[in-house]
T-cell receptor, first 113, second 111 residues
Framework: DTEVTQTPKHLVMGMTNKKSLKCEQH?????MYWYKQKAKKPPELMFV???????INESVPSRFSPECPNSSLLNLHLHALQPEDSALYLC????????????FGSGTRLTVV | QKEVEQDPGPLSVPEGAIVSLNCTYS??????FMWYRQYSRKGPELLMY????GNKEDGRFTAQVDKSSKYISLFIRDSQPSDSATYLC???????????FGGGTRVLVKP
């Protein structure tokens, strides 16, 4: 299995809602990432988990809360988002040795209304 | 100045032509170099991965890294309309570390 699976594919939420994005990989990768991508821009790093521990937080607002329950799963909890948070949210994983690059999921397209 | 520079295009070529893409970077600490293809509203797909300097070939794709010039390239031979997409270069300083992306080049292969 060489895939990173993200659910849901699309999400529309109000500014007072709480929702979660989910990411799963079964490649044995021990590093997992959340990226945010706005239209016509490259992905921007939000969080890095290494061996299920948060190792990088790129000064992301607290309305985004990551969680890594185990080595295969990564969640992103969303609360009180703003319309400008609408974007494609991408999950990626890599082996700790990084030998084979970083594998991205198809993303969750989030719209905040 | 951005750490990684990439011409945004669009780059328009006829079917069957060679597509030539490149990125320049400023930080000599980058060691791992990648090229991704991204179709509209989809996640990036890893095409090529190279560690340090050198060439790597995989099917129609050839990646080159010249660390002395801080310059990386991707060549696509026998281009097809299905190659029409945005191509992103990316690099990292250490394995399993943050990826730094170029801005992406939009490529259009015309039948």
């Amino acid at each position: 299995d060489t895939e990173v699976t993200q659910t849901p594919k699309h999400l529309v939420m109000g500014m007072t809602n709480k929702k979660s994005l989910k990411c799963e990989q079964h490649m044995g990768h021990r590093a997992m990432y959340w990226y945010k991508q706005k239209a016509k821009k490259p992905p921007e790093l939000m969080f890095v988990y290494s061996y299920e521990k948060l190792s990088i937080n790129e000064s992301v607002p607290s309305r985004f809360s990551p969680e890594c329950p185990n080595s295969s799963l990564l969640n992103l909890h969303l609360h009180a988002l703003q319309p400008e948070d609408s974007a494609l949210y991408l999950c990626a994983s890599s082996s700790q040795g990084g030998r084979y690059g970083y594998t991205f999921g198809s993303g969750t397209r989030l719209t905040v209304v | 100045q951005k750490e990684v520079e990439q011409d945004p295009g669009p780059l328009s070529v006829p079917e069957g032509a060679i597509v030539s893409l490149n990125c320049t970077y400023s930080n000599s600490a980058f060691q791992y170099f990648m090229w991704y293809r991204q179709y509209s509203r989809k996640g990036p797909e890893l095409l090529m991965y190279t560690y340090s300097s050198g060439n790597k070939e995989d099917g129609r794709f050839t990646a080159q890294v010249d660390k002395s010039s801080k310059y990386i390239s991707l060549f696509i031979r026998d281009s097809q309309p299905s190659d029409s997409a945005t191509y992103l270069c990316a690099m990292s300083k250490a394995a399993g570390n943050k990826l730094t992306f170029g801005g992406g080049t939009r490529v259009l292969v015309k039948p």
